[in-house]
T-cell receptor, first 111, second 108 residues
Framework: DSGVTQTPKHLITATGQRVTLRCSPR?????VYWYQQSLDQGLQFLIH???????AKGNILERFSAQQFPDLHSELNLSSLELGDSALYFC??????????FGPGTRLTVT | GEDVEQSLFLSVREGDSSVINCTYT??????LYWYKQEPGAGLQLLTY?????DMKQDQRLTVLLNKKDKHLSLRIADTQTGDSAIYFC????????FGTGTRLTVIP
């Protein structure tokens, strides 16, 4: 158990819908990262937040957005969902940089 | 961005050593990591090495880094069936770039 929690574990939704994925980092970690794992793209970095501020963006679509709240939990919002958004979404946390500990992931299925 | 490459498959016999290799392109990557992913599970951080180190040993795991060739390897000594999983190499400073993963199969 890494100490990073993610909810929900599974999510099934229809095209065009909007979903919110939630992540709670390890106690004391100020950095939260979001990654997407899909069969065709592999593991890709989406976005990094540190203590509430966005620090870096990767291959994140404009339909996706994230935020980190004062209690350091983070949410990833995915809107106008397409079939190709079906993937495993991971959250990771670290103190700042360095060791990133991953949560168990949220498996999103878009039908 | 960073390009990280790994071979896709490796099979070894139980008790033998496994060596999983990885190459990366960006010499400014501060950290290099090895993660393990079992079926249906998340990514487990196995070990990592700072870019200014050559080697790190942690129980059955040995990481070797060749900075000149931008080559990273993970050696698992006395490989067990429980080591069967996908192993990901990752490189970066903050955001990580991952390889495709190497599926390790341990034959009893």
């Amino acid at each position: 158990d890494s100490g990073v929690t993610q909810t929900p574990k599974h999510l099934i939704t229809a095209t065009g819908q909007r979903v919110t994925l939630r992540c709670s980092p390890r106690s004391g970690d100020l950095s939260v990262y979001w990654y997407q794992q899909s069969l065709d793209q592999g593991l890709q970095f989406l976005i990094h937040y540190y203590n509430g501020e966005e620090r870096a963006k990767g291959n994140i679509l404009e339909r996706f957005s994230a935020q980190q709240f004062p209690d350091l939990h983070s949410e990833l919002n995915l809107s106008s969902l397409e079939l190709g958004d079906s993937a495993l979404y991971f959250c990771a946390s670290s103190v700042f940089a360095g060791e990133q500990y991953f949560g168990p992931g949220t498996r999103l299925t878009v039908t | 961005g960073e390009d990280v490459e790994q071979s896709l498959f490796l099979s070894v016999r139980e008790g033998d050593s496994s060596v999983i290799n990885c190459t990366y392109t960006d010499s400014s990557s501060t950290y290099l990591y090895w993660y393990k992913q079992e079926p249906g599970a998340g990514l487990q951080l196995l070990t990592y090495i700072f870019s200014n180190m050559d080697m790190k040993q942690d129980q059955r795991l040995t990481v070797l880094l060749n900075k000149k060739d931008k080559h990273l390897s993970l050696r698992i000594a006395d490989t067990q069936t429980g080591d069967s999983a996908i192993y990901f190499c990752a490189a970066g400073a903050n955001n990580l770039f991952f390889g495709t993963g190497t599926r390790l199969t341990v034959i009893p």
